[in-house]
């Protein structure tokens, strides 16, 4: 089975009540605002994250624009980048009205999802450092470096089996070059399985990583054959 896999449609953390205004009519009862804000906010604060729930949340606003809470469609964008590389970001955004989208702090989201996509993860960590803005847009989500760390760990697993210690350290930006301790390093690539040997971290082969001999089929029907033949014939 591949590393990468969808957003789990019901997470296991999902209260009873989340799940019936889901399932059923009520998800476009404004009246039930309060509720999924609140499992959003529970979200933040025990690094969960329900992307149904929170795509419910952004459906309301869609209907009922005098709801919109500019801070939770900010929570709600931050939670989708570390799901990434699914599309859970994307599906947020399609949900937003076109004058949101020009919003700076959204602005702000797409350039560090952009960057997360085209796994350049140091322009990414420069970027985010470089402005207090990004800390603030990103405050309500508790451990929210940890789980971007984490995104960056899984494209790391189906594209390598080996990598250097110090490329790794800066795509994760920990590590003591990067003001961590090399203990928080060692920590991190171990609750991944990873192991590290002469500054080189191994990692376990998967089917992502795993290199696999390519074969070429080609298929040439009995009919194509004869013209072949035929055409050599009369030269």
């Given at each position: ?146 789980a971007i760390r984490k995104v960056i760990a899984r494209v790391v697993a189906i594209s390598f089996q080996t990598i250097s210690t110090e490329l790794l350290q800066s795509y994760l930006n920990i ?34 990583n795993e290199a696999k001999p390519t074969v070429i089929r080609e298929n040439i029907k009995f009919e194509q054959l004869t013209k072949v033949i035929g055409y050599s014939n009369e030269l």
């Open positions: 089975m591949s590393i990468l896999q969808a957003s789990p449609l019901i997470p296991p953390s999902r209260p009873e009540i989340i799940q019936s205004l889901i399932d059923g009519v009520d998800r476009y009862n404004p009246d039930n605002i309060s509720i999924l804000e609140e499992y959003l906010g529970a979200q933040l604060q025990n690094e969960e994250y329900d992307l149904m729930a929170n795509l419910a949340i952004l459906k309301l606003y869609q209907f009922n624009q005098h709801l919109i809470n500019d801070r939770v469609i900010i929570n709600i964008l931050v939670k989708a980048l570390t799901a990434i590389p699914n599309p859970d970001f994307n599906l947020c955004l399609y949900l937003l009205h076109e004058s949101a989208l020009a919003e700076d702090s959204i602005q702000k989201l797409l350039h560090l999802q952009s960057l997360l996509e085209q796994a350049r993860y140091r322009e990414f960590w420069h970027v985010y450092e470089s402005e207090e803005t990004y800390r603030i847009l990103t405050s309500e989500a508790i451990g929210f470096e940890n590590g003591a070059s990067n003001g961590h301790s090399d203990e928080d390093f060692s920590f991190f690539i171990e609750k991944q399985g990873w192991k590290e040997e002469n500054k080189v971290v191994h990692i376990p082969v998967n089917n992502d």
